[in-house]
């Protein structure tokens, strides 16, 4: 597979599907428009799994993969190929704190915007209950990557590796793809579907911004003939 192939296609995907939710009927008013919100978050959610089955599958064909389509800042952040889970939260959380501050008239008078700035009591508490879970669960994934490195360093500068040792990095990253979908679909369980879509239109925006600012840097870095003609 040609991963850079895929990556250009994948990224033009992303871009059409947050032009639909952008324009997505928010807030929904009837069934149809509650429905069309669903079906469109469902179609972003497959989105990001099929990137991180491909990261996956890539990891297992060369465990020193890393995504070569990503800028210098990019890959200054990514933790195991991709972005930590609990990014997602503090993402959320300043989402939401925006968002009451825009409407905090409305709210003090009893109007409920239903977008991310309008979180129940009820929802909150299980974001924060999620957010341990993940701390834990992303610090165990950390751990166990960190005790690699320390049993791989007596193998540096053999001819051949152990495949017992390939095999073990290709599970670690595999953990952290799972626990990447498996966060995002367990927030977007919590949320409605509009406030749903507000953190996914942000999410995208937030690594597409990435995107453009790793761009420009790298290009005050590298020669114009020899720059990867990316686009974001």
Known sequence: MDLNKFYETWHEELHHHIHHLTNSPRPPTTPDHHHQLTQLLNQLLLHF???????????????????????????????????????????????????????????????????????TAPQLTRLS????????????????????????????????????????????????????????????????PQQAVDLMIAAARLQLGICRLGLKHDRERIEPSKQNQKAC
Request: with cysteine; glycine share 6%; net charge negative.
């Open 129 to 192: 209950e999620l957010q341990c879970e993940t701390v834990k669960l992303e610090n165990a994934i950390s751990d166990e990557m960190s005790e690699w490195q320390d049993d791989t360093v007596g193998v540096m500068g053999r001819t051949s590796v152990d495949v017992d040792i390939i095999g073990q990095l290709v599970k670690i990253v595999d953990k952290a793809n799972d626990l990447r979908l498996r966060t995002l679909a367990k927030v977007v369980e919590v949320l409605t």
């Open 49 to 119: 799994s099929q990137y991180y089955r491909v990261t996956s599958l890539a990891a297992t064909q060369n465990t020193l993969f890393y995504p070569r389509w990503s800028t210098t800042l990019e890959r200054s952040l990514h933790w195991l190929t991709g972005w930590r889970p609990t990014t997602l939260f503090h993402l959320l959380y300043t989402e939401s704190g925006i968002l009451f501050e825009s409407r905090l008239f409305d709210i003090i008078h009893g109007v409920q915007t239903g977008d991310l700035g309008d979180l």
